[in-house]
């Protein structure tokens, strides 16, 4: 299998649950195979757990995204003295909704996370996504402060727009079709809940599904019951496919499921394509844009991500209900705890997801906000931790050193690995593997280019321009995007280009206005010669708005996404909260330490998984029926590589 040298597979996968009440539905993430909002719910009112009596609990929480602000939000309902601490001057990390420039009516803009997967619907009742979102805040506030959602216009699952124009059109080889014959542009139509509009596409379409149908029909039935079975089957998939390259899984033949698991070797197979299906598919994805940038990362990722329902039935938050009724709605006059102002919160868009966390209080609770057992500093870089034999960590911050009990650290990898510094950490605390793995695992780069719409183009009559357009150009992706709470007034916007990894790298050298200037030329040339329509005649040129993740010295990339071999770096990072945390007093959250990089609800997973082990190792009482011992997900290292971990 070309395994790394030292790494047991057999011990690598998650234990099981003990109780069918703490298991998730399918799909849901193969990992962490527990049901957060059934804790959540359950913990409603007096939190996940309560510190033992007779001394005050500290924690320094580095970055103030969704991973942060959801774990001090957690832990100061459990009890805990809480310091959120971030070196940029807002909070909400990757969940970043930049309002639009023609007004509040109109819809804002996602420069960060965009699509949320609900696993697999609003209502399901299987996501802590939904927790935050829809249940908590509906039952704090009858009259509906509930989030609205709207689902994402992802290719193939658009609707058709005015006069019957298909939702996607792909634009492919300068208008010519997969298959370049004759001198005529046109796009492809591919609507909603079909194929692609030619053979060639819809063969590759078919490729792709028939895995996922495969996969499913194995998995589904292991992973839902309780006991030791799935961990076995999914520790051999891991095995069989972590040296492989997604553009590896793309060309490996396909297989059929396997009759008895007995025999079975991890191996379901792989797309079949030819190398020019390939080629193709690098273009258009399957339902959710181009995947070409993707075919460097490790199959175990797109597996982890595609398989498990982080692409079904996809959201993007527009608003929590009654946003205006809610505290410090656009109050100017908010501060952090060094005086430093708070960017007003308009609880619009995704970010308004970390806006609820910090500003809104929890039932029977205070928000962080207004707690004095809660801080927030902006604007304050963590320059580095250091432990203290017998007194916990030693956190310096901005021109600050202060004492903790405990340190968890949310910011991207690379972003830690350039600013922070780790000292008196003996190898057993925090061994050099995990340093190396948070320093040369890959962070993609992105970039998105939004204009305002002056009209909501795909519902005019007389238009023949898709909403969504899929290209082989460097603007890559195209999406017209609105907020169905708004039908009349929002014009929408359009995502004029998203690009990924050397998509996005392309076009690093060029500033927001000569990047607008370009793309509406491509994406006029385009239109015209599909369909004689100019889109830039919906467009508010004006006012661009670009946004490139690698560029800021914060964040320095977009995502984790891990290439091949790296599942003993994965292990590490899911176990290290659960075996290192209690010994260390350090804690690592967010989406830069999971295994399917690039989502909210991992972070989220991360963080509370984070919480459930510091409890863990502090004594708490956890909530009624909750016993992480019996009902939590739990790993075991390689001691010949990591030492011997900590037990329950």
Not at 124 to 132: F, G, P, R, T
Not at 404 to 424: K, M
Not at 561 to 585: I, K, M, P, T, V
Request: negative net charge; proline residues 6%; charged residues 20%.
């Amino acid at each position: 299998m070309g395994m790394r040298p030292g790494i047991s597979y057999d011990v690598a996968s998650s234990e099981s649950a003990a109780s069918d009440r703490w298991l998730p539905n399918w799909p849901n993430p193969a990992d962490f195979r527990f049901n957060y909002w059934e804790l959540l719910r359950t913990a409603a009112d007096d939190g996940i757990a309560r510190v033992p009596a007779g001394r005050r609990w500290s924690v320094a929480i580095v970055g103030a995204g969704v991973a942060g602000m959801s774990a001090a939000r957690e832990l100061h309902r459990c009890g805990f003295d809480v310091t959120v601490i971030e070196a940029s001057d807002r909070i909400g990390g990757r969940l970043f909704t930049v309002g639009n420039p023609r007004g509040d009516a109109q819809a804002g803009m996602e420069m960060g996370a965009m699509r949320m997967p609900f696993f697999s619907q609003p209502g399901a009742k299987n996501s802590i996504l939904e927790y935050y979102l829809l249940t908590e805040p509906e039952a704090d506030g009858p009259d509906g402060s509930s989030a609205r959602l709207t689902p994402f216009p992802n290719p193939g699952k658009t609707p058709d727009g005015a006069g019957g124009i298909a939702g996607t059109g792909i634009y492919v080889n300068r208008g010519l079709g997969s298959q370049p014959k004759g001198d005529t542009a046109a796009f492809i139509d591919w609507r909603k809940g079909g194929s692609p509009d030619d053979t060639f596409l819809s063969d590759l379409n078919d490729k792709v599904v028939g895995v996922l149908t495969r996969f499913t029909e194995l998995a589904e039935p292991i992973y839902l019951r309780a006991g030791d079975e799935w961990p076995s089957v999914w520790a051999k998939i891991v095995a069989h496919y972590d040296p492989m390259a997604f553009n590896d899984l793309v060309v490996a033949p396909a297989k059929d499921a396997p009759s008895d698991l007995d025999d079975f070797d991890g191996d379901l197979g792989g797309f079949g394509m030819t190398p020019e299906e390939a080629t193709m598919l690098y273009t258009i994805g399957v339902g959710d844009g181009s995947w070409g940038a993707f075919y460097a990362i490790g199959a175990l990722w797109f597996i982890r991500c595609t398989f498990f329902g982080f692409s079904t039935d996809l959201q993007t938050v527009e608003e929590y209900g009654n946003k205006t009724e809610l505290p410090h709605y656009l109050d100017s006059t908010v501060r952090d705890s060094a005086g430093h102002p708070i960017p007003p919160p308009r609880f619009e868009g995704i970010q308004a997801l970390v806006e609820y966390l910090f500003f809104i209080p929890p039932h029977n609770g205070t928000s962080l906000f207004e707690s004095e057992r809660a801080e927030l500093y902006l604007e304050t870089p963590v320059s580095g931790i250091e432990r203290i034999e017998g007194a916990g960590v030693e956190v310096a911050f901005g021109s600050d050193r202060r004492r903790f009990d405990f340190a968890l650290v949310t910011t991207t990898t690379w972003a830690g690995q350039v600013s922070i510094r780790y000292t008196g950490f003996s190898e057993k605390q925090l061994p050099q593997r995990k340093r190396t793995a948070s320093a040369t695992q890959h962070n993609i780069s992105s970039c998105k280019l939004f204009f305002p719409l002056k009209t909501k183009y795909w519902t005019q009559e007389g238009n023949r321009i898709p909403q969504i357009v899929i290209t082989d150009t460097f603007v890559q992706d195209v999406y017209g995007l609105s907020w169905t709470s708004k039908p009349n007034a929002d014009a929408g916007v359009l995502l004029a280009s998203y690009t990924w990894e050397d998509d996005s790298l392309k076009l690093l050298p060029f500033d927001q206005g000569q990047l607008a200037e370009m793309v509406k030329e491509k994406l006029d040339e385009i239109t015209m010669r599909t369909v004689q329509q100019k889109l830039s005649d919906h467009i508010d040129d004006a006012h661009p708005v670009m946004f490139q993740w690698i560029d800021q010295p914060t964040y320095i990339g977009c995502a984790k996404l891990y290439r091949a071999y790296a599942e003993a770096d994965n292990l590490l990072d899911l176990s290290y909260n659960q075996n290192f945390g209690g010994d260390s007093h350090l804690y690592f959250a967010g989406e830069n330490y999971g295994v399917e990089g690039g989502w909210t609800e991992p972070a989220l997973r991360s963080s509370l998984d984070a919480v459930i082990q510091l409890l863990r190792h502090v004594g708490a009482d956890f909530v009624d029926g909750f016993d992480p011992a019996e009902d939590y997900p739990r790993w075991r290292d390689d001691p010949s590589v990591y030492g011997e971990p900590s037990t329950f």
